[in-house]
């Protein structure tokens, strides 16, 4: 990424330490680190403050540090488990925040001792700041979106009866990291036959058989960034009406939700468009989880779409967001329909192309 976008996201952060109330902004979580610096490694911690950005880590990173975070002075660590007092103290400030969601009960008892420093818990404002995507952001998670489009195409030549849910799943991992996916973004789901009720099912050694309902959820990464996409087959043969009745209803609650849906919109109200249509048919209960989620740096990013977002949370203009209805029945199976979209001015533009052909010939 341009150098730039870097020097306006620390300018955008040190705007926000007075509304805070703080001297400087210690970030350790590996995502907000690496979109504020660059910095890659799997170790390491920012202190930002009006007139400084620090990086501190450890040997392993000294050198990748220095190439990737430019923005950054780098703190040599001699070892990963320091407890970062030399480096929090180098900073020379004594009210720091500090993001809440991401420090845990024993870190928070180590920065406690340290003597002269004030703590402040900080929210999730740095999350906030991501749902809103740079073009350099875009370029990846559409390089993501296109793996992962076609690495799903592939699934209908694969899919026989006889083969396991393992076997497939390991078939579409090795198919995106050699159409160029640095890594997955979550474990590929193969869900078939009765599985496909449990809305996370990873795989397991069930064989696939004639009618079975399978639900194929995957996401390529590109550069640090995913994708995420979730389509929905029926092996061999005609499907039967329950199949199609259901499929029927995920499909028009997907397609509602990607039609009207708009920046400005509350979360909840987005995630109603597709809920009702679910209800309406006399799913409610089948539906149990939300209607989508950001994406970018971490599988699921702000926004949530869902009943259960802030009252007052919006969707943006320029967010990478899925759509993902859903009906799971215990004992039979289920369906889900997911694309990855961006929000813009004028609705949405799929970032998803992959085409929705539920029926597996044979």
Same mark, same amino acid.
């Given at each position: 990424?341009?150098?730039?976008?870097?020097?306006?996201?620390?300018?955008?952060?040190?705007?926000?330490?007075?509304?805070?109330?703080?001297?400087?902004?210690?970030?350790?979580?590996?995502?907000?680190?690496?979109?504020?610096?660059?910095?890659?490694?799997?170790?390491?911690?920012?202190?930002?403050?009006?007139?400084?950005?620090?990086?501190?880590?450890?040997?392993?990173?000294?050198?990748?540090?220095?190439?990737?975070?430019?923005?950054?002075?780098?703190?040599?660590?001699?070892?990963?488990?320091?407890?970062?007092?030399?480096?929090?103290?180098?900073?020379?400030?004594?009210?720091?925040?500090?993001?809440?969601?991401?420090?845990?009960?024993?870190?928070?008892?180590?920065?406690?001792?340290?003597?002269?420093?004030?703590?402040?818990?900080?929210?999730?404002?740095?999350?906030?700041?991501?749902?809103?995507?740079?073009?350099?952001?875009?370029?990846?998670?559409?390089?993501?979106?296109?793996?992962?489009?076609?690495?799903?195409?592939?699934?209908?030549?694969?899919?026989?009866?006889?083969?396991?849910?393992?076997?497939?799943?390991? +078939?579409? $991992?090795?198919? &995106?990291?050699?159409?160029?996916?640095?890594? !997955? #973004?979550?474990? %590929? =789901?193969? @869900?078939? *036959?009765?599985?496909?009720?449990?809305?996370?099912?990873?795989?397991?050694?069930?064989?696939?058989?004639?009618?079975?309902?399978?639900?194929?959820?995957?996401?390529?990464?590109?550069?640090?960034?995913?994708?995420?996409?979730?389509?929905?087959?029926?092996?061999?043969?005609?499907?039967?009406?329950?199949?199609?009745?259901?499929?029927?209803?995920?499909?028009?609650?997907?397609?509602?939700?990607?039609? +009207?849906? $708009?920046?400005? &919109?509350?979360?909840?109200?987005?995630?109603? !468009? #597709?809920?009702? %249509? =679910?209800? @309406?048919? *006399?799913?409610?209960?089948?539906?149990?989880?939300?209607?989508?989620?950001?994406?970018?740096?971490?599988?699921?990013?702000?926004?949530?779409?869902?009943?259960?977002?802030?009252?007052?949370?919006?969707?943006?203009?320029?967010?990478?967001?899925?759509?993902?209805?859903?009906?799971?029945?215990?004992?039979?199976?289920?369906?889900?329909?997911?694309?990855?979209?961006?929000?813009?001015?004028?609705?949405? +533009?799929?970032?998803?192309?992959?085409?929705?052909?539920?029926?597996?010939? !044979?």
């Amino acid at each position: 990424m341009k150098q730039n976008i870097y020097q306006y996201r620390l300018s955008v952060v040190r705007t926000m330490l007075e509304e805070w109330q703080v001297d400087g902004l210690l970030v350790t979580s590996p995502a907000n680190r690496r979109w504020l610096s660059g910095f890659t490694g799997s170790a390491g911690k920012l202190i930002i403050t009006a007139d400084k950005a620090l990086l501190a880590t450890d040997f392993r990173y000294w050198t990748q540090a220095a190439a990737e975070a430019t923005q950054f002075t780098l703190y040599k660590q001699v070892s990963s488990q320091e407890g970062g007092e030399a480096f929090i103290r180098s900073a020379g400030i004594t009210t720091l925040g500090l993001e809440a969601g991401h420090v845990t009960l024993a870190e928070m008892e180590k920065y406690r001792q340290i003597e002269g420093v004030t703590w402040k818990p900080i929210g999730d404002e740095l999350e906030q700041l991501r749902q809103i995507k740079s073009e350099e952001e875009l370029q990846a998670i559409r390089a993501a979106a296109h793996i992962t489009d076609l690495t799903m195409s592939q699934f209908p030549k694969l899919a026989r009866p006889g083969l396991t849910e393992r076997q497939l799943a390991w +078939e579409l $991992e090795k198919f &995106m990291r050699e159409a160029g996916a640095e890594s !997955l #973004a979550f474990p %590929v =789901i193969v @869900a078939s *036959g009765p599985n496909a009720a449990k809305p996370h099912h990873r795989w397991s050694e069930r064989a696939l058989q004639i009618g079975d309902a399978i639900i194929v959820d995957m996401g390529a990464v590109v550069d640090g960034y995913g994708a995420d996409l979730t389509r929905t087959f029926h092996l061999g043969g005609e499907p039967d009406q329950k199949f199609w009745n259901v499929y029927n209803v995920v499909d028009e609650a997907h397609r509602r939700a990607l039609m +009207e849906m $708009e920046p400005g &919109m509350l979360c909840r109200e987005v995630d109603a !468009l #597709a809920r009702d %249509v =679910i209800a @309406a048919a *006399g799913y409610k209960e089948q539906f149990g989880h939300g209607l989508g989620h950001g994406v970018g740096l971490v599988g699921h990013e702000k926004p949530q779409l869902s009943p259960l977002a802030p009252e007052n949370a919006l969707l943006l203009e320029g967010v990478a967001v899925t759509i993902e209805p859903g009906i799971y029945i215990e004992g039979w199976g289920g369906v889900r329909i997911e694309d990855l979209v961006l929000t813009t001015a004028n609705g949405v +533009e799929f970032l998803s192309q992959c085409p929705k052909t539920p029926v597996i010939g !044979l």
